[in-house]
Nanobody, 127 residues
């Protein structure tokens, strides 16, 4: 059974950093695209970053939304079945519930739809 659990959210001052974790189980990361999404109060959910599996284990691409490019870094540890989102230079605009999602997918691009989601973790950035 596919399962994703986010952790690492919290309250941080503007300019600070947080590292979110997405612990996965029930599937092999090698063959699943993983995405990080966020939803702020009153706003639609938006994609933050994703890792696509170009050919499974040996090659992958990582993509970032323009709003986080240069500040956020997404990477995975397949041995631990965990994907991370390291967030630097946070601003109040980054305040949101952050979700990780998974979808079986092999290809150079990230999928548009994800079938498996975690419960989310709250990130609050104070000014």
């Amino acid at each position: 059974q596919v399962h994703l659990v986010e952790s690492g959210g919290g309250l941080v001052q503007a300019g600070g950093s947080l590292r979110l974790s997405c612990a996965t189980s029930g599937f092999t990361l090698d063959y699943y695209a993983i995405g990080w999404f966020r939803q702020a109060p009153g706003k639609e959910r938006e994609g933050v970053s994703c890792i696509s599996r170009v050919d499974g284990r040996t090659d992958e691409n990582t993509y970032y939304a323009d709003s986080v490019k240069g500040r956020f870094n997404m990477f995975g540890d397949n041995a631990k079945n965990t994907v991370y989102l390291h967030m630097n230079n946070l601003t109040p605009e980054d305040t949101a519930v952050y979700y990780c999602a998974a979808q079986p997918s092999i290809g150079s691009s990230c999928p548009r739809e994800y079938g498996y989601w975690g419960q989310g973790t709250q990130v609050t950035v104070s000014s």
